[in-house]
């Protein structure tokens, strides 16, 4: 009886704490400004596939703590994440059946809105990046959606988080 209510929660915190870390390790000069969207692709990731427990709240939650991570204007990451969330929550019956290139090309449109958004919200605070390349981290990120989508696929049979 007790096996059956196992749900293993822990594995999909353990993943956003993993995602916030990946999100401040120290990389080169040259490759951090196509830094990977992270905890993003992570939250993505749970949306698709526990809907029922990771939503927009865990979004806005994790996007607070981005932001005091970062230093940043508190709550630009959680506009930023709750957006990715509810877009996700608003595909999800579609982008779970369509195939992997097609979700990545999705995803691409996604991370680049929520890059547009923050932009704009970057420009609003006095800073603004001089180029387009504030669009590399999400053509980065739509690229490592397999990969992800593979690895935490595997975690979430493996420990059978439901």
């Known amino acids: 009886m007790i096996s059956s209510r196992r749900n293993n929660g822990w594995l999909v915190w353990l993943t956003f704490a993993l995602g916030l ?21 992570f939250v993505t990731y749970w949306v698709l596939y526990l809907p029922h ?5 865990t979004a806005w939650i994790l ?9 940043s204007l508190l709550g630009q990451h959680a506009l930023v994440l709750t957006l990715v969330a509810g877009m996700v929550l608003a595909l ?25 958004v923050q932009l ?29 989508f593979v690895a935490l696929r595997g975690l979430r049979l493996r420990f059978q988080v439901n």
């Open 21 to 41: 870390l990946l999100s401040v390790a120290p990389m080169p000069e040259f490759m951090n400004i196509g830094r990977p969207l992270w905890l993003a692709m």
């Open 53 to 57: 427990r990771v939503g927009m709240t």
């Open 63 to 71: 996007g607070l703590g981005q932001d005091v991570l970062y230093g």
């Open 92 to 116: 999800n019956q579609r982008l779970r059946i369509y195939p992997m290139w097609q979700q990545v090309l999705i995803l691409l449109v996604v991370f680049g809105l929520a890059q547009l």
């Open 120 to 148: 704009w919200l970057n420009t609003l605070g006095g800073s603004r990046p001089p180029t387009l390349t504030f669009l590399l981290p999400a053509l980065v990120s739509a690229l490592l959606w397999p990969w992800i």
